[in-house]
């Protein structure tokens, strides 16, 4: 719901649980008042919003009134080199070459209509009967002739608030953007928060830094022309002592998938100011008399109860108005993958080899990874060259049909965005890649980058692309991108346009995203990078699950998965059963389907070389899947061991939606001798009223345990099996009996 109050100044943007409250002061200054916990009325906290005294050393125009100069106020969107001295939000360009801005309020109306940005991700209505309200508020940079349009929408059952800017030039000359943040948020008065993101790197991708905010700017990103595998386009403030269950937590997440910023910077009385957005580093935009920059959109969700509230308010907000593909909501087809089955070495009669045996352990797709194009056998050449290697797999039709035939669907790789200097392609056009004249170029894993930012390069790979899926009748495609952007610079833009290329880029991306979604309507798109290292909500919007990382080992993907489970929901984490590669310890193959489960699940090894025990626990695997894997996909998700720390056992549970079934899985990670306690986890999302089974197939059905569900949700189960094995796990499944 949004309230428009005191004569059409005050703003109160309200979701179930929480408010948020931004005022345009007698200056026209969108001051920021609120966001926490919800509120009937706002208006009186005008009263004494604010210092009890100017700041001295703030400087501000003749005539502006207030007990706190602009660098004090807390401000939606703040501009530069105007008196606020923290980070802008908007810094633009004029022709005289000053870079000033100041743009205060006009209007602000609520409109019925959320508003579809061009060309960028833009959450939606949806389906479900959700209240959904949309406030707009123009502000003016009267000098420098620019208007600003600050998007709002409220998602309410969500608790979230989407936010974006559209940044339009309203003088007759050239205007040249160097920043526009998607949002900020300014919580003043209200200080001592810890701020959460995430690090990684390849094959340890979103690990968490949890600290405490201190003075000055703490920033992360990426400058390498997608998200990274280094930080993730979100961040998170908490109340120190915050935990799964318990305290203030607020979450902002970027829906992008370019270079990326996320900042909190601490001023001098303790206020803290949030940003997300482009990067202004390697951007710039020349906007002509007239033209407008959308900025991506970001959401921003508020909990009283923990991370875990926070994270199920992300996880409901994306499946419902932010996953449009029709997979969204759907079990997904299990797969195997023959990557880390045969790397580049297979021929058609290997891959129906291994379709065959999926066949037979009731897979339901197979995955033809890197290596069936052009002439590659290794990761040196054909990028770009997405034609058949016929020497090796004959003829894709032919292949696929025979994939068909046996039940399955069949699935391809793809790396669209590459180039190889030894391909057709490259030979054809080399004016096609990223490269800066005069400069040497940087190569990574031989590779060099598409330039996206050229409509006709994203024509001519929906083309090629869109011909293979179409002519061979492909079900899915796993998107690839595997290396770092360097050497920003096309050839087809002027010297005062270099600026624009990364975003133009990534414009170029969701393009081809969208065109094949258009022709292929219920193909069933994967994301990956070398793993997780474009994971975002940007992504999501186009595709509805992402290769969460290259690191398959299920231990290691404990810290990963919980992790990544922080903002994107587990529907969208693409998770394999690997081969037992791990030479230090023994994971057995039920512990990497458990861990597995909790993502999309699938197979990366070479069904082949299973021994007949393997089978049979392939096949209880996938017989599960069926079984419960939508109240993981679809339900609520619940953390039950610290995510921050690495437990000697890990913990997680999901409740349907209609609290019929819970699942809980806990995984051992070590084995100490003596144990203190056999671990003991409590069932949350269960109807206490209600009595669940402990399901356990081995058990006859006059046997099998039943508990009512507010013992389970409070006292919780004795998870005994899992005293004596290192890397042991169990899934415990309940089912509503009443
Ligand atoms: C990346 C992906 C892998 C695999 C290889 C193929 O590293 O993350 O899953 O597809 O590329 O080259």
Known sequence: MIQVLCDGRLFHLQTKNTSYVFFANPVGRLEHIYYGARVEDPATMLMRHGRPAPASFCVMRKGEYSNMGPDVLPQEYAGFNSGDMRMAALIFKTEDGAAWTDARFVSAKVVTEKRALHGLPSSFVGTKDTDVANLEVTLLDEVGGVEVTLLYSVFADNDVISRSAIVKNVSDKIVRLERAMSAQVDFAGKNHYEMVNFYGSWARERYLDRTPLRHGIQATGSLRGATGHVHSPALILCEPGATETMGETFAFVLEYSGNHFEAAEVDQFDGVRVQIGIHPGLFSWKLNAGESFETPEMFMTRSGEGFGKMSRNLHDFMRSHLIRSPWNGKRRPILVNNWEATYFNFDTQKILDIAKMGAKLNIEMLVLDDGWFGHRDDDKSSLGDWFEFKKKIGDMKDLADGIHALGMKFGLWFEPEMISEDSELYRAHPEWVLCVPNRPRCYGRTQLILDFSRPEVVQHLYDVMAGMIG?????????????????????ALPPDQQGEVAHRYILGVYKLNEMLIEAFPNLLIEGCSGGGGRFDAGMMYYLPQIWCSDNTNAMDRLAIQAGTSLIYPVASMGAHVNAQHDVARFIPFETRGNV????????????????????ETAIRLNKAYHRYHDTISEGDYYRLTDMFHENDVEAWSCAAKDKKQAVLTVVRRTKIGNIKRVPRFTVPGLDPAKHYCLVDDAVEAAKQQVFPGDVLMNYGLWCSELEFRDCASKVYLFEAID
Do not use: P
């Not at 002519?471 to 050839?491: C, L, P, Q």
């Open 471 to 491: 002519r061979a009748g492909i079900d899915y495609i796993k998107w690839d991108m595997n290396r770092n952007m360097s050497d920003v610079f096309s050839a």
């Open 596 to 615: 597995a489960m909790a993502g999309t699940f699938g197979y990366e090894l070479d069904l082949t070389k299973l021994d007949e025990k393997e089978q």
